[in-house]
Each structure stands twice: as C-alpha cells, then as structure tokens.
C-alpha cells in the first residue's frame, strides 16, 4: 500500500510539475505573442508617420511649384510690356527722324524757291497753307493715335490684372479645398486608429478573460484531481482498516 501510495504521490507531482511547465510556457507565448504586437504597432504607427511626412513634402512641393508658375508668368508679362513700351518709343523716334528729315527736305526746296518767290507768291502761300492744316491733320491723327494706343494698353492691363486676380483667386480655393481635404483625411485617420485601438483593447480583455477562465478551469481540475487522490487514499486506509 505504502509503495503504491508512493507511486500515486509521485504521479500527481509529475502532473502537477508538467502542468506548471505547461502553464510556464503559455505565460511564455503570451508574452513573446504581446512583443509581436507591440512591434506590429510601433511599425504601423512609423509607416502612417511617413506617409504623412511624404505628404506634407509633396504639398510643400506643389506649393513652391504652384509659386514659380505664378512668378514666371508675372516675369513673362512684365517684359512683354517692357518689349511693348520700347517698341512704341522706337517708332516714336523713328517718327520724329522721318519729321525731321522731311522739315530739312522742305526747307532746301524753299531756299530753291526762294529765287522764284516773288513769280509763285500767291502759290506758294497756298501751298503753305494747304501744307500747314495738312501738318495740324498730321498732328491730330498722330495724337489720336497715341491716345488709342494708350487706351490699348490700358485695357490690356486692367485684363491682365482680372486674369491675375482669378488665377490667385483659383489658386487660394485650391489650397483651401485641399487643406480641406487634409483635414478630412486626418480626421478619418484618427477615427480609424480610435476604432483600431477600440477593438484592440476589446480582444485584449476577450483574451484576459479566457486566461482567467482557463486559470480557473485549472484549479478547479487540480483541486478536483486532488480531491479524488485524497478520496482514493481515504478508500485504501477504510479497506486497510
């Protein structure tokens, strides 16, 4: 009996030292699988953290870009005006050589006509005359023209600076509708990390729970087993007495 009592106290201490062992190494996987995850994390939360650095780079980049484009046409304008404005002063001085020129002419063909001025008097006055509203004509229509050429460029400025204000109009509701849209999208991230870490936090108390439920589904075998090797020894001690 004492040799076979043995042997039952030996077999429930081996059973007992391999469920401590079991136990040991579930304790063991749960922890190296909880490192796993908190690794996982830490990766997901640097890669949404890039993504947003790339992003906020890309924006910066369309922004310098978006800046130069602007630029450039303002640049383009201003020496097509410039180009304008030294055309016109081209022409108005090649104008004033033709005048001058034609005033030179004139004057050599009255000191010709000098010798016969007092033959051609009368004519002569006429032609003056004729040549002098003709001159006063010329002057008219030369200032009229200026006066329409600067009205042309008016315009073409006060269009030019519509066309600049809906660029920057356009450009300001674009950056708007985009900050817009970042913010959205943030948002939609944090809901979504919420939402993550809600349901984390939900499997985390689901596996606690079935940790406490197996613990104490243990102890119940244990003090069950126990119960039936105390009750298997009272057995052998009433049959033995």
Known sequence: ???????VEKKRQEAEEMEKQRLEEERHEKEEAETKRQEVEEAEKQRMEEERRQQEEAEAEKKRQESEEVEKHRLEEKRQQEEAVAETKREDAEEAEKQFMEEEKQQGEEAEAEKKRQETEETEKLR??????HQEEAVEETQRQEAEKAEKQRLEKKKRQHEEAEVEKKRQEAEEMEKQRLEEERHEKEEAETKRQEVEEAEKQRMEEERRQQEEAEAEKKRQESEEVEKHRLEEKRQQE
């Open 1 to 7: 009996r004492q040799h076979e009592e043995a042997e």
């Open 128 to 133: 003056l005359e004729k040549e002098t509203q």
